[in-house]
């Protein structure tokens, strides 16, 4: 157990549509990052939050947007879903947010858009 | 255009034997190598890092060896183990001041036979 929980674990939903992913960092862990995974993809970077603050952005299209609240969970917006967003949305905490700060992963949420 | 490239998508080896699992890069920026292991319907998990200031990093059965020249690094595992059958991710991380991104490849799947 990576300590990292992930909710919800399986997402249908039809295109469109606005949802919600919801994480919760390992205890004491300030950093926040959210990875997609597709089909025969690796995990592409979307979003890295350091204690409240937006600290890197990668592949995040406009449509998805991302917070980190006070005490340091963390939501993922996806908005218009498009089939294309179907994917494995993983997030992932470290105490830092250097290189010597290895990720710890959550078990992540398949989103299936229909 | 994939900065991190795991070529082969599958490797299969006989329990007990060696397990070389390569990754290449090309962004000279890259500073510090990850090796994450995955397991279905789990998120991937940190096994072994080197920094690019060395060659090599040993950690029980698994080695990392890194070839800057080359652009190449590669885990080892000796011996091989059933429990090892996952997908490997390699990754790199290039630190831009306050934030490391770290980029994965698309990864391997490892299967150790009997």
């Known amino acids: 157990d990576s300590g990292v929980t992930q909710t919800p674990k399986h997402l249908i939903t039809a295109t469109g549509q606005r949802v919600t992913l919801r994480c919760s960092p390992r205890s004491g862990d300030l950093s926040v990052y959210w990875y997609q995974q597709s089909l025969d993809q690796g995990l592409q970077f979307l979003i890295h939050?350091?204690?409240?603050?937006?600290?890197a952005k990668g592949n995040i299209l406009e449509r998805f947007s991302a917070q980190q609240f006070p005490d340091l969970h963390s939501e993922l917006n996806l908005s218009s879903l498009e089939l294309g967003d179907s994917a494995l949305y993983f997030c992932a905490s470290s105490v830092g947010s250097g290189k010597g700060s290895p990720l710890h992963f959550g078990n992540g949420t398949r989103l299936t858009v229909t | 255009d994939q900065q991190v490239k795991q070529n082969s998508p599958s490797l299969s080896v006989q329990e007990g034997r060696i397990s070389i699992l390569n990754c290449d890069y090309t962004n000279s920026m890259f500073d510090y190598f990850l090796w994450y292991k995955k397991y279905p319907a789990e998120g991937p998990t940190f096994l072994i890092s080197i920094s690019s200031i060395k060659d090599k990093n040993e950690d029980g059965r698994f080695t990392v060896f890194l070839n800057k020249s080359a652009k190449h690094l590669s885990l080892h595992i000796v011996p091989s183990q059933p429990g090892d059958s996952a997908v490997y991710f390699c990754?790199?991380?290039?630190?831009?001041?306050?934030?490391?991104?770290?980029?994965f490849g698309k990864g391997i799947t490892l299967s150790v036979r009997p």
């Open positions: 939050y350091y204690n409240g603050e937006e600290r």
């Open positions: 990754a790199a991380s290039e630190f831009t001041g306050a934030n490391s991104k770290l980029t």
